[in-house]
């Protein structure tokens, strides 16, 4: 029996795109960890440590998270944003989808109406805070939380039309044209056919929708003065009301916050992906 050769095993060559794929991506969970990070950190300082750019507590202050708990009304603001959040989002939907695909299959409104209709989202919000209040005064829901998810629902309907159309345009018009031989009407076909095929992207809409009113700030102060009604960045910007603000009670308070959207991202990370690559593989 011959005795085999050993061949030299050929070294892996270096992929360049590979290493600087992964530099870029070491550099992005930096940017975007780092300041959470030391949001973290501010948050076990004490009042005189938050000053000194100091950063990492010499003695971590446990006590700044419970005062903020137990003291403020940082839960109930918590409470209501995501009650405005999510029941905004939701009444946002409701009226997107049946615009949106109105929009793409009918041509309602010609070619512009899409374009119309989210130009006033562009605008600064400021413009809208009177009429706004004004509705809210007329139909007594003024200084309510009713009010404020509904005016969340109002605001955001565009830019939900705005993502909807791309999902919509993706879908075969050939199965909607074989429900309507069925028999399917408009309403079935819209709630039966098209409603369950758009289902990760109206998922995906509606987590982006939701986080958009999560965040909203100018609307929530003007339009709400009860702290019934107030949600959490009205709380937040009440602990700079202080003559010299504790920034470890801000800090400790705006973690305690952003836990929901953290909640959000990682157990609806699957719906959300899928959604917005809906369409984009037939």
């Not at 030299?8 to 870029?24: E, G, M, Y």
């Amino acid at each position: 029996m011959s005795d085999r050769i050993a061949l030299p095993r050929p070294r892996p060559r270096l992929d360049h795109r590979s290493a600087v794929a992964t530099i870029i991506l070491t550099a992005l969970v930096l940017f975007f960890t780092v300041p959470l990070l030391y949001l973290v950190s501010v948050s076990l300082m004490g009042r005189d440590e938050t000053g000194q750019g100091i950063l990492v507590p010499t003695v971590p202050q446990w006590t700044n998270w419970s005062d903020v708990v137990v003291g403020t009304d940082l839960l109930r603001g918590i409470l209501n944003s995501l009650v405005a959040a999510i029941g905004g989002s939701l009444l946002t939907l409701a009226a997107a989808l049946p615009a949106a695909w109105s929009i793409v299959r009918y041509r309602t409104g010609g070619k512009t109406l899409g374009a119309t209709l989210m130009s006033p989202w562009l605008l600064p919000p400021i413009v809208a805070v009177v009429p706004l209040f004004t509705l809210l005064r007329v139909l007594g829901l003024n200084n309510t939380l009713g009010g404020l998810t509904l005016v969340y629902a109002l605001v955001n309907i565009p830019v939900a039309i705005w993502l909807l159309e791309g999902f919509i345009r993706r879908l075969p018009i050939e199965i909607e044209e074989a429900a309507n031989i069925d028999g399917a009407g408009s309403a079935r076909l819209l709630v039966s056919i098209v409603g369950p095929l758009l289902a990760p992207a109206l998922i995906a809409v509606g987590i982006i929708v939701a986080v958009l009113n999560y965040n909203e700030f100018l609307l929530a102060t003007f339009l709400t003065q009860s702290p019934d009604a107030q949600t959490l960045p009205v709380v937040l910007s009440l602990f700079y009301g202080d003559r010299t603000p504790h920034y470890g009670r801000i800090a400790a308070a705006s973690v305690i916050g952003v836990l929901p959207v953290f909640a959000v991202a990682v157990f609806l990370q699957r719906w959300l992906v899928g959604g917005l690559t809906v369409g984009a593989v037939r």
